[in-house]
């Protein structure tokens, strides 16, 4: 008898992971899947490109209906069939529209919801967060119809979205709460590069911002965005990507136990032995995740337990940072900024607009940033990773691994 595998969650963790355990082991489970868009799964990853016009919805269906028929997967898509309640004493999940499924085993992928920011007017129309399919769609519907956009924060899905409007031919400003574009990945040096770079493209920024307030219509429509410096903006669209928190709700109220996120121990299995996570909704000793090199591990260690063979452990790993923006190269992994044990090695070169940082621990690289020419990103990632002694390779390993 093939025991019975509920996913609640169709995104990209939770997939991955089906994918993973139909190779490892596919004959062991009946697999039903709970999603609350009405879609196939996609790549999440790619909705930048598709707001840019690179690519349509199509184009970044990782696996269509069909694909799930021919597996032989239950899907429950739709706003009407997300899951709204676990009972974890019967072992069953309950849908919106009444749909009840059984379980032996429950995979929770639930992902994150955008965090929405504090400051009065946040409820007015026009106000959207970058997060899905839907959001993309309804951005796409001003472009065509509104001139003005306004994009809160200045990290890597803000300055995806602000491209992406201003080749939609929106006129685009981007409010940042830092002096440095990407604090989180970049230094002062390679931020000022990027700004010059997207300044160049037409987008424009304000920079150690504090947004005071959003000021709407007589419609109740977003109007405008009011700073505590006394200045203002008009604002026809205002998106906000100031962060996302993992979603628990469901989890919490089934008495399954959280702190930030869904505590998973190194199998990615929860306090409840018959309940695992993955994804952006859990909590992995003490990190929570928002990039998707660490989900894609999850969903094969995963898989790995699911599947019974039950040797794999979750390590997390510095995850590298790309920008998909076309014709903008930047890397950057670990610890870039480094401190007062640390060293560092630049190499710049203005006119070819290249800038390279790498930070050195007891004998160690343990951090990198790259614009520009980014070609052995990889390969200092893989020396990071492997803790490698570069003694040897020091002097000349800014310019590469060409350079050893």
């Not at 709970?34 to 349509?56: D, T, W």
């Not at 109220?253 to 299995?269: F, H, K, M, P, W």
Request: hydrophobic share 40%; charged share 20%; net charge neutral.
């Amino acid at each position: 008898m093939k025991k019975r595998l509920v996913v609640i969650g169709n995104g990209m963790a939770g997939m991955r992971t089906v994918e993973e355990l139909l190779t490892a082991a596919p004959d062991k489970y009946n697999i039903t899947v709970f999603g609350a868009e009405p879609h196939g799964n996609y790549n999440r990853i790619l909705l930048s490109s598709v707001l840019c016009g690179e690519k349509n919805l199509a184009d970044i269906v990782i696996n269509d209906r069909e694909w799930y028929a021919d597996n032989g997967i239950c899907l429950h898509a739709g706003e009407h069939k997300a899951v709204v309640r676990i009972d974890r004493t019967r072992k069953q999940v309950h849908a919106q529209d009444g749909t009840v499924a059984a379980y032996d085993r429950l995979l929770i992928a639930t992902g994150s919801n955008a965090v929405r920011p504090d400051i009065p007017g946040n409820g007015l129309d026009g106000v959207v967060s970058f997060r899905d399919i839907v959001d993309v769609e309804t951005m796409l519907a001003y472009s065509r119809s509104h001139n003005k956009a306004v994009v809160l924060g200045g990290g890597l899905l803000g300055l995806e979205a602000a491209n992406g409007l201003m080749q939609r031919g929106m006129d685009v400003t981007v409010i940042h709460n830092n002096g440095i574009l990407l604090n989180r990945q970049l230094d002062k040096p390679a931020a000022k590069l990027l700004q010059a770079a997207l300044e160049k493209r037409g987008i424009k920024f304000k920079m150690a911002a504090k947004t005071q307030a959003l000021l709407g219509d007589d419609n109740g429509h977003v109007r405008s965005v009011t700073f505590a410096d006394g200045s203002q903006l008009p604002c026809d669209l205002f998106v906000t990507t100031v962060g996302v928190r993992p979603n628990i709700a469901l989890a919490q109220a089934s008495g399954l136990y959280c702190e930030r996120g869904i505590v998973v121990n190194d199998t990615l299995q929860s306090y409840d032995p018959s309940i695992y996570a993955v994804g952006e909704c859990i909590q992995h000793r003490g990190d929570t995740f928002g990039l998707v090199a660490p989900l894609f591990e999850q969903a094969k260690v995963c898989a790995n337990h699911l599947s019974a063979h039950g040797v794999a452990q979750y390590i997390t790993l510095p995850t590298s940072t790309k920008l998909k923006v076309t014709g903008i190269n930047l890397f950057s992994v670990g610890d870039f900024l480094g401190d007062a044990h640390s060293e560092t090695i630049h190499f710049t070169d203005a006119a070819l607009g290249i800038y390279k940082k790498l930070v050195i621990k007891a004998g160690k690289l343990v951090g990198a940033v790259l614009y520009g020419d980014t070609a052995d990103g990889s390969w200092y990632q893989e020396l990071l990773e492997r803790g490698q002694d570069i003694g040897g390779m020091r002097e000349g390993m800014i310019f590469g691994r060409g350079g050893v």
